[in-house]
């Protein structure tokens, strides 16, 4: 291809059979066949895939391990997909400065492992740490479980590199909690999915790991009863480091289709609680949570070892990908509501007649909602049932993506119900830091 020929420090891939694993990501939609891909090995190649761009007019679109659920990392039309699985970088450990710097193609289970290593603890864990990248996590904002008490990926990040129009490679940020000269422009990337700049590496703050965990399976007889338990725990000073939940129709799918461990899951519906705060495993502290969940609590099963705890959690993070097997064409949201209106939410989609199943991080209140018929469903009848799902989470005060980002699977709705101003803002920021479009055309806004 001669608008790509002679580009250094590059691997080009450009027959259609190569190409077509880039045409999908983890969400339902499927990208347009794109010029090429590219594998850069050096800043060279990205200052001359720069160049050319905007002298060609096509864009760039940045892809890690493909592991998004939005859609962000797939080619639209007249783009270039740039893969950064080969970045080059060594991640590091900064013990002094309780800091970690790792390459956009660092593998996120190897992040976390090395801050394990040395007794530290890097918190973001999204359902794919074990096979996502780390630059898909800070593109997405990822979040998981933890997010519950440690927030998501963004409360991590120290600095930003990042590439800009003009070719080259800025740091944005230091390896310091504080950094007070103007806006922390480094913030402005993570999230961003791309569109002001490709992330290439990230200086990643850490806390000491937990030494103790408390880790409890909570079958309830009544579903309703564990809506209102995350606000209960947060007012009486509790927090676990997760809240995990399966409504009614997902325990019955596992139950009835699920694996030898997930069809013997007890309860109505289902709760997992985690606390790795010291002193979590003492008997004070489980009396005085038992207190608080009272009837509740009846059933409550407590992990005894970290076999019992890694078995608990294994049934959760395999719920998605068994959903998706057994549901092909669903369509999984993440929208958000405030903790105090969870009842309201699951009151409004009854009585909306919206279809769905949940599951997901009912602690921080990021509700992974599936229509498990959207495959099946006239698309214009699907629009209206999607519409109604986002207009219910911004009613209560949340937001259509938690964790999973815009894309192009939310942008229409993003536009159609997000604050007019909000908007133009991002599209005045997008204009200042990318005038001729190139990174990432077509998503978000």
Known sequence: ?????????????WDPSDLEPYLRDESHLRGVLPLAVVKPRGPAALRELVRRAKLEGFGLVPRGAGTGKAGGCLPTE????????????????????????????????????LAAAQGFFYPPDPNSWESCALGGTLATNAGGPNACKYGMTRHWVLSVDALLEDG????????????????????????????????????????????????????VKHWEDLLDLPGRLC???????????????????????????????????????EFDERGCTSEVFLEGLLDLLGPVAEGLQVASDERQRQGIWAVRRMTSVFLKEHHPRKVSEDIVVPRSRLREFFAGVESRRIPAVT???????????????????????????????????????????????????????????????????????????????????GKVI
């Open 235 to 273: 007012a009486e000073g509790y927090l676990p480091s997760a809240f995990e939940f399966f409504d009614p129709a997902v325990l019955a799918e596992l139950r009835a289709h699920g694996p030898e461990e997930a069809r013997r899951l007890p309860g109505e519906a289902l709760a997992i609680l």
């Open 78 to 113: 007249r783009t270039v997909v740039v893969d950064l699985s080969v970045w080059p970088g060594e991640p590091r450990v900064s013990p002094q400065d309780l800091s970690l710097w790792a390459p956009a193609s660092a593998p996120l289970r190897e992040v976390k492992a």
């Open 168 to 219: 080259d490679i800025h740091t944005f940020g230091i390896s310091s909690v504080k950094a007070n000269a103007g806006p922390a422009m480094g913030q402005l990337f993570i999230g961003s999915e791309g569109i002001f700049g490709l992330i290439l590496g990230a200086t990643l703050r850490l806390t000491p790991a937990p030494r103790e965990y408390t880790t409890l399976l909570l079958p």
């Open 359 to 441: 599951y997901g991080h009912l602690g921080d209140g990021n509700l992974h909602v599936n229509l498990l018929a959207a495959g099946e469903t006239d698309p214009a009848q699907l629009e209206v049932q999607l519409l109604g799902l986002f207009k219910l989470a911004l009613e209560l005060g949340g937001t259509l993506s938690g964790e999973h980002g815009i894309g192009l699977a939310k942008r229409d709705a993003f536009l159609a119900l997000g604050d007019p101003a909000h908007i133009q803002a991002l599209r005045a920021i997008k204009r200042a830091l990318d005038p001729q479009n190139i990174f990432n055309p």
């Open 1 to 13: 291809m001669d608008i790509l020929k002679g580009l250094p420090e590059t691997t080009i891939l």
